[in-house]
C-alpha cells in the first residue's frame, strides 16, 4: 500500500513540475475555449441537420485553432506569448464564425490568452540560488 502512495506523490510531484515550467492555466482555458467555440456550429449541424455551410465550417476552422493554440503552448512555453496572442485573435474573430461560443468561448479564449501573453519563464538560476544548491 505505501508503494501506490509512494507512487501517487511522485507522481504529482513531476505533474507540479511540468505544470511550472509552462504556462498550464492560460494554456488550459484557451484549450476549453476552443472546445466551447467548437460546439455551437457542431450543435447546429446535429440539430438542423444542415449541410455544412460556410457558416459552420469557419466555426470549426475557428474552435480548431483556438484549441491548437493552447496545445502548443503547453507543448513549446518559449512560444507562449505568440500562441497566446494568436488565440486572443481567433478568440476574438470566431465571433463572426461561431458567435464565440455565445461569448463565454471568446472570454476563455481571451482571459487564456492574456495569461499566456504574461506568462514568464522561471528561471532556473534564482530558484537554485534561493534553496541553497
Known sequence: MSTHTSQLTSYRSNFASWRHE?????????????????????????????????????GLVFAVFVFLCGVFALLRPE???????AGILLSVASI????????VGMLLGTVGGALCVAWERPDLDTDEAATGA
Open 79 to 85: 512560444l507562449a506569448e505568440f500562441f497566446g496572442a
Open 22 to 58: 509552462r504556462p498550464f492555466w492560460g494554456a488550459l482555458l484557451v484549450i476549453l475555449a476552443g472546445l466551447v467555440i467548437g460546439i455551437i456550429p457542431a450543435q447546429l449541424a446535429m440539430t438542423f441537420a444542415l449541410v455544412p455551410s460556410t457558416f459552420m465550417f469557419a
Open 96 to 103: 463572426f464564425g461561431a458567435l464565440g461560443g455565445f461569448g
